[in-house]
């Protein structure tokens, strides 16, 4: 049985808006703006959850292999990339693929699964620099 619950698109994770307000709303909050959050939902979650039993999907406008690392050491199994695909096109995937090897091959991380939930390679700061790293995979 699989069931996804959305931690980081629920506009009441994080604003004040009034619950009255909120039931008249539509839609969610997403985009570049929600990053952040989404980053503190996946760090959040990651120590809650059995992963025996749940697998966590890190989803929140990841548009580089820097938030794919990043996504992946705060302890996501899995990413999800939509709204950037229909920004960016198809190609993204592949230009986020090379950076993320890039970033692998930098620290010294052979395969992806040593990047689940590593707090060692949390530390390190991908999203620093991330524009000269995607210009050296390139």
């Not at 931690?7 to 506009?11: A, V």
């Given at each position: 049985q699989t069931c996804a619950l959305p931690?980081?698109?629920?506009?009441r994770a994080r604003l004040r808006t009034a619950p009255e307000e909120l039931r008249r709303m539509r839609g969610a909050i997403s985009g570049w703006t929600n990053r952040d959050a989404a980053f503190q939902a996946v760090a959040q979650w990651?120590?809650?959850i059995d992963r025996k039993r749940h697998i966590l999907v890190g989803?929140?406008?990841l548009t580089s292999g820097a938030h794919v690392w990043r996504m992946l050491t705060l302890g996501?199994?899995?990413v999800q990339i939509c709204t950037g695909v229909v920004y960016h096109g198809p190609g993204l995937v592949k230009s986020m693929k090379r950076e993320l090897l890039a970033l692998m091959d930098r620290h010294g991380v052979s395969d992806v699964d040593t990047l689940i939930g590593n707090a060692a390679l949390a530390e390190i700061d991908p999203l620093h620099g991330a524009q000269q790293?995607?210009?050296a995979a390139a």
């Open positions: 931690i980081s698109k629920d506009p990651s120590r809650r989803v929140g406008s996501a199994s899995l790293l995607a210009r």
